[in-house]
């Protein structure tokens, strides 16, 4: 458990294990303990390394609005900062962002690299699929309902809409431990920052597909249909990625799957590198 001055702000991460570094990067509203089942299975076979982005928990807010590129920012820095270039590289929704974008712009920090279902629906914008055309209204209308919540101050109800409306289904609020309800509320203010970024919601697939760094894209069959959507459409534009399907899964997969996930992960970054060479 240590912290370290990143670009402006004090980042909590903690390191296990021993062996070629891995970093997890969690998605919106929640932080590093998103991780904790999972640790100690990646830990006999990794340095595991698990961090709360900026605005999260632990970590500090910067100087103005945060964004997914100051994240993308940041996790390259800390990188440096651990002396870990050609570290293997995980993020799970928002943070599947944040990784692409890293593996888009900092080829030099990364050996491959794996994400589940990043949120990038803005992929789909321009579809001519009127059902994938009403899902993004319907969303878009949801995430406008988190926004006024969270600007009338109430994290806990945004965080408690966002759950069961947008991203794991109706009824999965109540079924969250008390303390992941609790964070998700307390980080609701860096969430309405991401809100506001909309061009932060993007990733250059036209540089990941052209690189050479192996990424692998994971969906769940379980996950709302909208992520799905967008997972394919991010499989469909990254035609060079290895795709997994978590079958049983859905949005939380480390969390619901936990062995699954271990084993998916730890296959494809005990190979991946290797096969690309």
């Known amino acids: 458990m240590a912290t370290a001055e990143v670009n402006g702000v004090e980042l909590y991460y903690e390191i296990h294990g021993s062996g070629e570094p891995l970093f997890l990067t969690h998605g919106s509203w929640g932080d590093a303990t998103a991780w904790q089942g999972v640790v100690p299975g ?42 870990r270039a050609g570290a293997h590289l995980y993020g799970t929704s928002s943070g ?7 593996v888009a712009s900092r080829l ?24 994938i055309t009403h899902l993004l209204s319907e969303m878009r209308s949801e995430l406008n309902e988190v926004s006024r919540l969270i600007e009338a101050g109430d994290g806990r109800k945004a965080a408690e809409y966002f759950i069961d409306n947008v991203a794991l289904g109706p009824g999965s609020w109540d ?8 964070t998700f509320a ?6 309405g920052d991401e809100l506001a970024d909309q061009a932060g919601w993007t990733v250059d697939t036209s540089a990941l597909s052209a ?6 894209i994971t969906l769940g069959t379980e996950s709302p249909p909208l992520l ?34 271990i084993a998916t992960v730890s296959r494809f970054f005990e190979t991946a590198t290797d096969a690309s060479i």
């Open 42 to 83: 990646l830990a006999e076979r990794f340095e595991v390394v698990v961090w709360d982005r900026r605005g999260h928990s632990r970590s500090s807010d910067g100087a103005g609005p945060g964004s997914l590129q100051e994240d993308a920012d940041d996790l390259a820095t800390l990188i440096e900062h651990l002396d």
């Open 96 to 102: 599947g962002v944040v990784v692409l974008n890293l």
């Open 108 to 131: 030099d920090l990364v050996a491959d690299a794996a994400v589940h279902e990043p949120a990038v629906p803005a992929l789909l914008d321009g579809s001519a699929d009127a059902e």
């Open 175 to 182: 079924r969250l431990p008390e303390e992941v309800q609790a």
């Open 186 to 191: 307390a980080n609701a203010p860096t969430y």
């Open 211 to 216: 690189g050479d760094v192996p990424i692998m």
């Open 228 to 261: 799905l959507a967008t997972t394919r459409e991010l499989i469909r534009q990254i035609p060079s990625a290895h795709v997994e399907t978590l079958e049983g899964a859905g949005h939380v997969p480390y969390r619901t799957h936990p062995d699954l996930w």
